[in-house]
């Protein structure tokens, strides 16, 4: 599920690189001085082969192109210096409520079309910035750009281009500033790129450039203070040339596939603020060197495969990192060891991530003194003991993770004193208590809240309702053991992201109110609801209320109101009536569990309109007729369960059409036909295959033996009859281990158990598989 946090995040760091040359743009326009008129002609042929949907460049008139927009024009001379037509959505995300309504303006805001050669004719022009726009249809990056003999600033990243980049681009020798960031750019990148000894920023990131080793070029580039080389698959190890890069202030190197150590010579790059190494195959100690950075303020190493202790610089209680390091992050990697208590003497770090490795012991009182920290995130390792209350010292902590590890203990008020801009708080999958008296006012507003089995009850936590901003709540496996209050409703009834699971909350369903924004996951299963069910949000992809005790009809609804619905779990229910036709209507529907109910009726034929299904599990209800020859348009489909209800009649041949199955269950019906041999021939991915007490009749096909991943075979209680072929001695996947508990996963907290029914010398059991 997609945040406006997420995108927010996207953005600054896509903006970063823009921001100081927009600065450069906000000089007054000078009204006595009028553009040239054939840089106004190449302006005008410029514009006409765009397409500009938000009309952006509706100011584009008029006889002074200096006044236009994205225009720029020497003060004395009228020259066009700079050309500035980047896509302005990306500046102003905050004005757009939602995800999908940025996506909406943002792709309309694009200038379409190509970049005409008149451009040529701005013979001063020394600042080009497209950036964020679509010259799809270009394909090709023009290899004109290349006679733009004073240009100094080139920003063409995310803007569509494929191809090569032209070797013409070499022809700039003025050019400082080079983005390229985030086009679909493959074939080698030119050597002529390494000629630009002026170059101060190079970002040739997010492309699919056909390379395994770094250009040898790059390490010529002596004036580079900024490269990004992010997401290039480079493999091999990291040149130690690039010590010769004295001037770097910004290297990365994330996303690739670099192997190896940490050349020691990088400790020589004594200007870096910003170093990422983030996602590669690094392994080894970390080299001693690094220690000597003492301007680096943001050190990104996580997932790669580093182990052993912490590293050196973290260890050594003398270094100048200090006092400069503001974000490290040592997260997915293979550490171990204790955290040092020293840990707080890095006394301007505000990003800590320590998150998914083998720390073990305590966690060190001494983090209460990091007075800056914003985020902390030590998930995910195998700290143990309580959680020091020092950590409730930190005024400026924003995110706190400290969920899935062996921690234990109260947590009470003492623990949150002093967070006030505390916005989202991960405890889940501890052995914590939360201890809090029943008038406490937290000193936050949180809007993330994650606690799943953290013990918070048995009521209801009343702190709950003091947090007005909340987007997502999991409190799953809290020992909550209470009716749902009535404040309930008021603060949470627009929330995006729900999980109550695993409690023994009872009473009614709570209401939930439209909203409009972000799709919406609605968790509450295992519960003790009881009553009808009621009509949910329209912007709900996600519910499961599987698991509890509510009866009556699944009630009548229009399918289009609920048109982007993809998971509805109500296994487990007392649902009675027949399976309505609107569910038929709600074509992104991925996921209907409807199982262990008193559902009756027919199975709608609609069904096969739900193209995208892959799960359609009516286990264990009384629904009768024929099986819908329909179902077999339902080409997704991974798992068919229709045991245990009164289905009769022959297998639909349309069925032979289902080639994902991977399960396919009609045990316990009153099925009359012979075993067809397509399934052995069509259904070639089954593992589980059942059609025991059934009428089924005649031979077993040997074309069964086809179904080499065939794990469990049911056929028992039928009226079968010749020998068993001796191909069934050839069932490979029945002889090895799979284990019993394989799930299917949807979204962050979503896990949808399949299970198959077995019996053994009379004995009934269920298996999860």
Known sequence: MKTLSGIVLLVILLALPFIGSAVQLQHDKVPNVSCIKSELKALTKFREVLIDHSNRLSAWVGEDCCTWTGVDCSNKTGRVLKLDLRNPIL???????????????????????????SILDLKHLNYLNLSNNDFSSMKQMP??????????????????????????????????????HMNSLHGPIPDAIGSLASLTFLDLSNNFFDISLMP??????????????NSMTFLGSIPPCLENLTSLAVLNLSTNSFQGSIPSEMGNITQLIVLDLSYNELENEIPRTIQNLCNLQCFYLSYNNFSGEVPFFVRNTSTCLQKSLKALHLGSNYFSGFLP????????????????????????????????LKWLDISDNQL????????????????????????????????????????????????????????????????????????????FPPWLQTQRLVEVLIISEASISDTIPDWFENVYS??????????????????????????????????????????????????????????????LNDGSRNAILEVLLLSKNRLSGGIPTYLCEIKTMRFIDLSNNKL???????????????????????????IPNSLGSLRQLNSLRLRKNKFHGKFPISMQNLTYLHILDLGKNELTNFIPPWIGEKLRNLKFLAFDYNE??????????????????????????????????????????????????????????ESFELVTKGREFVVFI
């Not at 929330?495 to 509450?524: A, D, M, T, V, W």
Request: hydrophobic share 35%; charged share 15%; with cysteine.
């Open 341 to 372: 208590n020293h840990l707080g003497e890095f006394e301007n770090l505000d990003h800590l991530l320590l998150r998914s490795n083998s720390f073990s012991g305590r966690i060190p009182i001494s983090l209460g003194r990091l007075s800056s």
């Open 91 to 117: 500046f102003n995300l905050a004005m757009y409520i939602t995800y999908d309504n940025y996506t909406t303006y943002h792709e309309r805001a694009r200038l379409q079309g190509e970049i005409n050669p």
């Open 143 to 180: 290899s004109f750009l290349g006679s733009l003999k004073n240009l100094r600033h080139l920003d063409l990243s995310n803007s569509f281009f494929e191809g090569q980049v032209p070797y013409h681009l070499g022809n700039l020798s003025r050019l400082q500033y080079l983005n390229l």
């Open 216 to 229: 040898n070029w790059v390490c010529r580039l002596n004036s580079l203070s900024h490269l990004d080389l």
């Open 696 to 753: 089924l009749y005649g031979d077993i096909p040997p074309q069964l033996c086809q179904l080499s991943d065939l794990q469990v075979l049911n056929l028992a209680h039928n009226n079968i009859t010749g020998p068993i072929p001796r191909c069934f001695g050839k069932f490979f996947g029945m002889v090895v281990n799979h284990g019993l508990e394989e799930h299917v996963k949807y979204g962050v907290d979503i896990n949808y158990e």
């Open 384 to 459: 143990n003991g309580s959680i020091p209350s020092s950590i409730g010292q930190l005024p400026k902590l924003e995110r706190l993770d400290i969920s899935s590890n062996l921690l234990s203990g109260v947590v009470s008020e003492r623990h949150f004193v002093n967070l006030t801009m505390l916005r989202e708080l991960s405890m889940s999958w501890n052995l914590l208590k939360m201890k809090v008296g029943n008038q406490w006012v937290p000193p936050f507003q949180l809007r993330f809240i994650r606690m799943a089995s953290c013990e918070l009850g048995p009521q």
């Open 600 to 626: 009756s009726g027919g199975l709608p034929s609609c069904v096969g309109d739900l193209y995208r299904l892959e799960v359609l599990d009516l286990w264990n209800n009384s629904l009768y007729g024929e």
């Open 494 to 555: 627009h929330i995006n992201y729900l999980n109550i699971s695993h409690n023994q909350i009872r009473g009614k369903l709570p209401k939930f109110q439209e909203s409009y924004g972000l799709n919406r996951e609605l968790i509450l299963n295992s519960n003790e609801f009881e009553g009808p069910l009621t009509p949910f949000p329209s912007n709900v992809v996600v519910l499961d209320l599987s698991n509890n005790s509510l009866s009556g009809h699944i009630p």
